[in-house]
T-cell receptor, first 112, second 112 residues
Framework: QKEVEQNSGPLSVPEGAIASLNCTYS??????FFWYRQYSGKSPELIMF????GDKEDGRFTAQLNKASQYVSLLIRDSQPSDSATYLC????????????FGAGTTVTVRA | DAGVTQSPTHLIKTRGQQVTLRCSPK?????VSWYQQALGQGPQFIFQ???????QRGNFPDRFSGHQFPNYSSELNVNALLLGDSALYLC???????????FGPGTRLLVL
């Protein structure tokens, strides 16, 4: 079983719509969760992090964490063509573990 | 405020050769992690350096080694290169024990 799983996509949404990305993780003790955006040929860029159950909003982005169900999601509201990228979910397993475990990423295409 | 920097940006080597990649962390950060990202996959954790010591290591062979200098910069060395080592090598920095990591632009290595 993979540590972190994401739907690979591609996820195609019209401009102005909401893009919804999901991520599940296998280690129930995981404590820190991150979303990174990666444009083609570039390195990952941190969008958001979340530690507690519930929602966390930052501009057009909302991260949602449900530890009981072991999933974390990212909503992109009012999607723009510039949001077209691969979104990587990353999990830090435990407090004494320093690595980030990444999913393979979900590719999002926003249609103008 | 300078972000994470890496050098070189691109590198071409042949099988069996050795390579050294370099990273300078973001200002104020003292921890450096290295990741390997193959095409179409998420980054895979190689190791992390803190206080000039390897704090944690991922599932990579001993051909991969590293070093951290007193100014917190770091090197990744790969010996006896294989074709499968062709990838984007990412350096990420973080402050102390914080789990949030910020990535540099990466070094793209091609092994022929």
């Amino acid at each position: 079983q993979k540590e972190v799983e994401q739907n690979s996509g591609p996820l195609s949404v019209p401009e102005g719509a909401i893009a919804s990305l999901n991520c599940t993780y296998s280690d129930r003790g995981s404590q820190s969760f991150f979303w990174y955006r990666q444009y083609s040929g570039k390195s990952p860029e941190l969008i958001m992090f979340i530690y507690s159950n519930g929602d966390k909003e930052d501009g057009r982005f909302t991260a949602q964490l449900n530890k009981a169900s072991q999933y974390v999601s990212l909503l992109i509201r009012d999607s723009q063509p510039s949001d077209s990228a691969t979104y990587l979910c990353a999990v830090n397993p435990r407090s004494n573990d320093y690595k980030l475990s990444f999913g393979a990423g979900t590719t999002v295409t926003v249609r103008a | 405020d300078a972000g994470v920097t890496q050098s070189p940006t691109h590198l071409i080597k042949t099988r069996g050769q050795q390579v050294t990649l370099r990273c300078s962390p973001k200002s104020g950060h003292d921890t450096v992690s290295w990741y390997q990202q193959a095409l179409g996959q998420g980054p895979q954790f190689i190791f992390q350096y803190y206080e000039e010591e390897e704090r944690q290591r991922g599932n990579f062979p001993d051909r991969f080694s590293g070093h951290q200098f007193p100014n917190y910069s770091s090197e990744l060395n790969v010996n006896a290169l294989l074709l499968g080592d062709s990838a984007l090598y990412l350096c990420a920095s973080s402050p102390g024990r914080q789990k949030t990591q910020y990535f540099g632009p990466g070094t793209r290595l091609l092994v022929l």
